[in-house]
């Protein structure tokens, strides 16, 4: 084959993987009752394919032109000034909570020590930044049936060690984030809204209304498959503000003093006339590393298949509420022995998933439930750890001085006895909606 030109032939090759994807990838049978249905799975077609082989032909495979489009764009949708691409949701809490440990932010940056109200009805990575720095996460129990941070503790829960509240909007129903804000501001707290489960959410306070994950000081997200839109994996951070947004580029880049991007010199002007520390003076900026940091960065093809996903979001956005509003309708004919979830006050929610609970005393016991739904090839978890300081990962520093518990955590416990949640990922049809309301109820019935 004689192409004229580079863009001739990348065009030709593109053009062939559009035709794979159509004659191999595309799905072109409707759903059968009975089909494994997973809770979550890939949206995809011939343009993520189309844009992973694009990325793959540049061979820069680092950070590069699409991650610099998928962080200006992303930063526009959201309603932002920073973005920064990470290589997962979880390095991208770890990245926001760290930023807030520079010495730069003088008072308020967090020492080891210091406080940070959290939930333990959660994933993980929300929490575990906090406890690998020395930090002290204080966890407050939920509320049924939003299952976010009960703002009637966080008073409570705040002492003079208090730096932030760093907290999850779970399953895309966003926390309440008028009082959360409001507590913050009042004890000069940060807010880091960690927005993996909840990206194109949106809350109004006041007649404003803003996409959850800018209300707060920092918001993280993820684009692991199962996430609102995916990269594979990868993350990002992002930030209004001018003095994180240099110090989550640092620690997410190795710590660097240097703004000048990967492959790039002297953006600058001053790459040799600096004094940095105790090094020699005009050491090269390059090299010169004001913080501890890591190398988390985002590969372009990665950034390219999220670049194509970003186009069709707010399309996942929309199917995501139709899907969930339709599920909630089928089930509400088992209400009395279901716990059924309910969105915020103020709130606009792009789900994540569909939680449930068995009500206390309807003799409705979860695993009994979630196995027959298995049983029917209908894919359902967990609401992540249910209660964190349950996990084995928590037998050595139980009951210590490594974080501090306020309340009992009387719904923490009920929703790791309880809950569980099935998918309502935009890839599902309603007849697959209907199919698992009809396994749930079912399951229901026979107990």
């Not at 575990?128 to 930090?135: D, N, V």
């Not at 009500?359 to 196995?371: A, L, P």
């Not at 974080?403 to 599902?428: E, H, Q």
Request: with cysteine; charged share 25%; hydrophobic share 40%.
């Amino acid at each position: 084959m004689n192409w004229k030109n580079e863009e001739e032939a990348r065009n030709y090759i593109k053009e062939i993987v559009a035709q794979y994807y159509r004659d191999f990838k595309e799905r072109k049978e409707k759903f059968r009752e009975g089909e494994r249905m997973p809770y979550a799975a890939r949206v995809f077609d011939e343009k993520e394919m189309q844009a992973l082989t694009d990325a793959m032909l540049d061979f820069w495979l680092t950070t590069g032109r699409f991650a610099d489009k998928f962080e200006k764009d992303f930063a526009k949708w959201l309603g932002v000034k920073y973005v920064h691409l990470v290589n997962s949701g979880s390095s991208a809490n770890l990245i926001a909570f760290t930023a807030l440990t520079a010495p730069e932010l003088g008072e308020r940056q967090i020492k080891r020590g210091d406080e940070i109200i959290t939930v333990a009805c959660g994933f993980p990575t929300t929490v575990a930044p906090i406890l690998q720095y020395g930090a002290v996460p204080v966890f407050v129990d939920v509320t049924i049936p939003q299952y976010n941070i009960d703002i009637d503790r966080l008073e409570e829960a705040c002492s003079p060690k208090t730096k932030a509240v760093m907290v999850a909007h779970t399953l895309g129903n966003p926390f309440n984030i008028k009082a959360v804000r409001f507590f913050c501001d009042k004890h000069n707290l940060w807010l880091v809204e960690d927005n993996c489960d909840a990206l194109g959410s949106k809350y109004t306070i006041d007649g404003i209304t803003k996409f959850t994950g800018t209300w707060g000081d920092i918001g993280t997200s993820s684009f692991y498959p199962p996430h609102h839109m995916t990269m594979g994996e990868g993350g990002a951070v992002y930030t209004d503000n001018p003095l994180l947004h240099k110090l989550i580029l640092s620690y997410r880049d190795w710590g660097r003093d240097c703004i000048c991007p990967s492959g790039q010199d002297g953006i600058c002007g001053h790459r040799f006339d600096g004094q940095f520390g105790e090094l020699p003076f005009g050491y090269d900026h390059k090299y010169v590393y004001s913080h501890l940091g890591y190398n988390l960065k985002v590969t372009d093809m990665q950034a390219a298949v999220g670049c194509a996903q970003l186009e069709k979001f707010p399309g996942f956005i929309e199917r995501r509420k139709h899907n969930w509003q339709r599920l909630r309708n089928a089930l509400e004919s088992v209400s009395d022995r279901l716990v059924l979830p309910e969105p915020a006050e103020n709130s606009e929610p792009s789900w994540f998933g569909f939680i449930i609970s068995a009500k206390e005393g309807s003799g409705i016991e979860r695993n009994k439930i979630t196995k027959y739904i298995e049983e029917h090839n209908i894919q359902t978890r967990l609401l992540f750890s249910g209660n964190l300081i349950k996990h084995p990962a928590f037998d050595e520093i139980r009951n210590s001085f490594a974080y501090r518990v306020v309340g009992s955590l009387k719904n923490t416990d009920f929703v790791m006895n309880n809950a569980f949640w099935v998918g309502v990922y935009p890839g599902m049809t309603d007849e697959m909606i209907d199919y698992m309301a009809r396994i749930i109820i079912a399951a229901i019935e026979e107990k």
